[in-house]
Nanobody, 128 residues
Framework: VQLQASGGGLVQPGGSLRLSCAGS????????VGWYRQAPGKEREGVSC????????YYADSVKGRFTISRDDVKNTVDLQMNSLKPEDTARYHC??????????????????????WGQGTLVTVSS
């Protein structure tokens, strides 16, 4: 399974970006897809997760109301629309998918069990 995250870039505070997670297999072949991020010097954290089975979405408190995760069955992608970006959103964003469920751990949505399939990541920099 190959995953590729795209759509990152440099944006000013308050701006928007749309990340896309594409895979070599159909989205519907997996149970859940999650977006994670890792900022320099920090541990990776879950940002958002979507259950492919019923469409339930989950968000970290830090992005709730600003980020929206969605699936596009035509493009076979799971996208993360990021609005009102802040400098603290700067990180490399990765997508992951597997036969798993979305769970919330310490306020962060993650896949459980830990996903096997990860994308390379796309860098998001929020700076003026």
């Amino acid at each position: 399974v190959q995953l590729q995250a795209s759509g990152g870039g440099l944006v000013q505070p308050g701006g928007s970006l749309r990340l896309s997670c594409a895979g070599s297999e159909l989205i519907l072949d997996y149970s859940a897809v999650g977006w994670y991020r890792q900022a320099p010097g920090k541990e990776r954290e879950g940002v958002s997760c979507i259950s492919v089975v019923d469409g339930t979405t989950y968000y970290a408190d830090s992005v709730k109301g600003r980020f929206t995760i969605s699936r596009d069955d035509v493009k076979n992608t799971v996208d993360l629309q990021m609005n009102s970006l802040k400098p603290e959103d700067t990180a490399r964003y990765h997508c992951a998918r597997d036969f798993a469920a979305c769970a919330v751990v310490d306020g962060h949505p993650v896949l459980r069990p830990d996903p096997r399939y990860w994308g390379q990541g796309t860098l998001v920099t929020v700076s003026s």
